[in-house]
């Protein structure tokens, strides 16, 4: 018997080492794939993009937000991964009631190398979750020294359109800004409380005048026209494009967004033409 505890403090047993496994989280299946376990995974849900040949390999469950309880529950699988922000509190009390179901909850870096390394212990795969967090921890000194010398710059980072939402405090985007040394003026904003509060963008020169605009690929898809928009309401901040899942996406993904912010910093820092 392995008992072990999930990160909201659940213990759960297991008689046997889980050998079919349901996904609710696209990052998380990503890391599962990267562990060795693509065998073992028959279900993930509709955003779980990558590796994207799993889409034709694998049950379709749903999103996210809204499963199919009975085709989850027709793939018998011993273990459901979820995670608290990305998974619902009530769709994961009504989905242990066909399974265990293990919930991650991931804010900071390190909340992700604890979810690798209890997967190395939940799924008998010690020795690859190691290499992962060692490869992580390995990219992140690296890439301290290099943001060494950036100097810090005032950001916001949009998550949403109609309404405008941005990522503020106690979500593991606003890790990567502080990491990428970029002080995002939403959080601990008492104009603008909460995890991801709508905003008013003609106001966002008083709430807090960044210097970056960053317009992410995901979960909304923003587009010229809306840095535009956004661009009447800012003094002189830059906006810039960036690829959402190397903001959002924690696990085994953590090793290609460093890689991904040396040359954002790069790309920034070069005059505008």
Request: glycine content about 4%; charged content about 25%; aromatic content about 12%.
């Amino acid at each position: 018997m392995k008992t072990l505890t999930d990160q909201l403090g659940n213990r759960l047993s297991f008689e046997n080492t889980p050998k079919r496994i349901v996904s609710l989280v696209p990052s998380q299946t990503e890391l599962l794939y990267d562990l060795g376990l693509e065998a073992e995974i028959v279900g993930i849900t509709k955003f779980c993009v990558h590796p994207f040949h799993l889409k034709s390999t694998k049950a379709i469950v749903g999103g996210t937000k809204q499963v199919k309880k009975e085709k989850i529950a027709a793939l018998q699988p011993d273990i459901i991964i979820a995670n608290k922000e990305e998974n619902t509190a009530e769709m994961v009390v009504e989905l242990r009631e066909i399974c265990p179901v293990w919930v991650t909850d991931i804010v900071t870096i390190d909340d992700s190398l604890q979810m690798i390394s209890d997967f190395g212990q939940l799924f008998n795969r010690r020795t690859e979750a190691q290499k992962w967090v060692d490869k992580i921890n390995f990219a992140r000194t690296d890439f301290y020294q290099f943001i060494a010398p950036f100097p810090e710059q005032k950001a916001a980072y949009f998550i949403w359109k109609n309404p405008y939402m941005a990522a503020s405090e106690n979500t593991f985007i606003n890790e990567m800004l502080r990491l990428n040394k970029f002080r995002n003026i939403y959080e601990g904003n008492p104009k603008t409380p909460g995890r991801y509060p709508e905003i008013i963008i003609q106001k966002i020169r008083i709430q807090g005048d960044p210097d970056v605009v960053f317009l992410p690929s995901e979960p909304y898809p923003f587009k010229d026209e809306d840095a535009f928009e956004i661009g009447r309401f800012t003094h002189h901040a830059k906006t810039v494009f960036v690829d959402g899942e190397m903001f959002s996406w924690y696990g085994s993904r953590l090793v290609k967004a460093f890689a991904y912010f040396k040359a954002l910093h790069q790309r920034m820092a070069e005059p505008v033409s």
